[in-house]
């Protein structure tokens, strides 16, 4: 199995820190948000991994390589000066993605959540992890009910930057074009092609300052930091 790993996005919410830095590279707990992503992936057996890069891109091709050092092996979709966000980003990555069903994470978040046990079940083309919502969120993105995603309903949960998804939704997408990821989610919910499962685990957005705040009381930096990814 395939993961494509989101980090082509500026980072302006969280400037000054990404003025210099790409937000993937950002250090917490001595340890680069990118770094903690892949080894995630690679203790889940997921070896084949594949980065979209747009600011900072060559920041982020020199620190990770060829990924031999996590134990994977690093592609990289370079989409250029222009991101083309969440959903235009994996619809140019399908070359290196398919034939799928693949992973695609943001880079922005820390989890524990684990990607060993999930797969696409019956009748779903693509399965998605939900969190409770956090304070930011108070309203959440979708209900769950049954194993499936539904846009309307209660409760309601927020969507966790996590899904697997098979590649037949993202060949019918213009390629090339700028598109987030959320209005697709909402057409294949409404269409019930969407499962879904609920993490009641740590899981935290640090694309904002203020989460970038609560996840370094979570993980706080060694005393002696090694300088890790």
């Given at each position: 199995?395939?993961?494509?790993?989101?980090?082509?996005?500026?980072?302006?919410?969280?400037?000054?820190l990404?003025?210099?830095?790409?937000?993937?590279?950002?250090?917490?707990?001595?340890?680069?948000?990118?770094?903690?992503?892949?080894?995630?992936?690679?203790?889940?057996?997921i070896q084949d991994?594949?980065?979209?890069?747009?600011?900072?891109?060559?920041?982020?091709?020199?620190?990770?390589?060829?990924?031999?050092?996590?134990?994977?092996?690093?592609?990289?979709?370079?989409?250029?000066?222009?991101?083309?966000?969440?959903?235009?980003?994996?619809?140019?990555?399908?070359?290196?993605?398919?034939?799928?069903?693949?992973?695609?994470?943001?880079?922005?978040?820390?989890t524990?959540?684990?990607?060993a046990?999930?797969?696409?079940?019956?009748?779903?083309?693509?399965?998605?992890?939900?969190?409770?919502?956090?304070?930011?969120?108070?309203?959440?993105?979708?209900?769950?009910?049954?194993?499936?995603?539904?846009?309307?309903?209660?409760?309601?949960?927020?969507?966790?930057?996590?899904?697997?998804?098979?590649?037949h939704?993202?060949?019918?997408?213009?390629?090339?074009?700028?598109?987030?990821?959320?209005?697709?989610?909402?057409?294949?919910?409404?269409?019930?092609?969407?499962?879904?499962?609920?993490?009641?685990?740590?899981?935290?957005?640090?694309?904002?300052?203020?989460?970038?705040?609560?996840?370094?009381?979570?993980?706080?930096m060694?005393?002696?930091?090694?300088?890790?990814g």
């Amino acid at each position: 199995m395939k993961a494509l790993i989101l980090a082509a996005g500026r980072g302006l919410r969280l400037a000054p820190l990404t003025d210099q830095v790409p937000k993937p590279l950002l250090v917490l707990g001595g340890e680069t948000l990118l770094a903690r992503q892949i080894r995630a992936l690679a203790r889940a057996g997921i070896q084949d991994l594949v980065i979209n890069l747009s600011y900072r891109g060559g920041m982020i091709r020199e620190a990770i390589g060829s990924g031999a050092r996590y134990g994977v092996r690093v592609q990289y979709s370079d989409e250029g000066p222009t991101p083309l966000e969440t959903a235009g980003g994996v619809r140019r990555a399908l070359d290196f993605l398919r034939p799928g069903p693949f992973w695609v994470v943001n880079a922005d978040l820390v989890t524990d959540f684990s990607y060993a046990p999930f797969a696409l079940e019956a009748g779903e083309a693509a399965r998605i992890v939900l969190v409770p919502n956090p304070p930011h969120h108070a309203g959440g993105d979708f209900a769950l009910a049954g194993g499936r995603v539904r846009v309307s309903g209660t409760p309601r949960f927020t969507f966790a930057g996590i899904g697997l998804y098979a590649a037949h939704l993202f060949e019918e997408l213009p390629p090339e074009t700028p598109l987030p990821l959320g209005p697709c989610l909402r057409l294949w919910a409404e269409a019930g092609l969407l499962g879904g499962v609920l993490h009641p685990g740590l899981w935290q957005d640090v694309g904002t300052p203020e989460g970038w705040r609560l996840a370094h009381e979570t993980f706080p930096m060694p005393k002696n930091p090694m300088g890790s990814g």
